[in-house]
């Protein structure tokens, strides 16, 4: 620096340093920006996984129903078909980045101190319910449960429930 100011040559430097910053910065905001849209999709996804369990565990807790493969999910056709759109509102899941949801229920019997889940088992005293949950560009989610039926018989811990 000489007594009347900056050259050009450091003006001309301090200026690529600072765009060298900037952009890098940039680049840091639009990946954070990529990865929560991400997030968000996988929050969807669970979300809707979740709530279609939940259903599935109301109806076959209270009913005995056969095997039955690739089923498409109750809450995630109510909401495409715009049909209780508040309660989708209210789960905290759209369908916009959502492609499939299906639900695979397998029947299963109890003898030995195990399940057993098969898809012709003649009288089932729980069923296994599996939740399977896409979305453009994303893994699956597959959330997987096993629903004692009530009619079942069956105690846990000594009670009756």
């Known amino acids: 620096m000489n007594k009347r100011g900056f050259t050009l040559t450091e003006v001309m430097i301090a200026i690529a340093i600072f765009a060298i910053g ?8 639009f ?4 990865v929560n849209r991400k997030a968000e999709v996988i929050k969807e996804m669970t979300n809707l996984a979740t709530a279609e369990l939940e259903l599935k565990r109301q109806y076959y807790r209270d009913y005995v129903y056969s095997a039955s493969d690739g089923q498409t999910c109750d809450s995630y ?6 049909n209780n759109s508040s309660d989708a509102a209210a789960l905290g899941y759209s369908n916009a980045n959502i492609t499939s949801c299906s639900v695979a ?5 109890f003898s030995s101190g195990a ?3 098969t898809t012709d088992t003649p009288t089932p005293v729980a069923h296994l319910v599996s939740v399977t949950v896409t979305a453009n560009s994303q893994d699956p989610v597959v959330l997987t ?3 004692r039926s009530k009619l079942s018989g069956l105690t846990y811990y000594g009670t009756g429930q």
């Open 77 to 82: 056709q109510a909401d495409v078909s715009g």
């Open 31 to 34: 990946s954070t920006i990529k």
């Open 145 to 147: 449960t096993l629903i």
């Open 115 to 117: 399940f057993n889940c």
């Open 22 to 29: 900037i952009m890098g910065a940039s680049g840091l905001q």
């Open 105 to 109: 229920v397998h029947p299963c019997t």
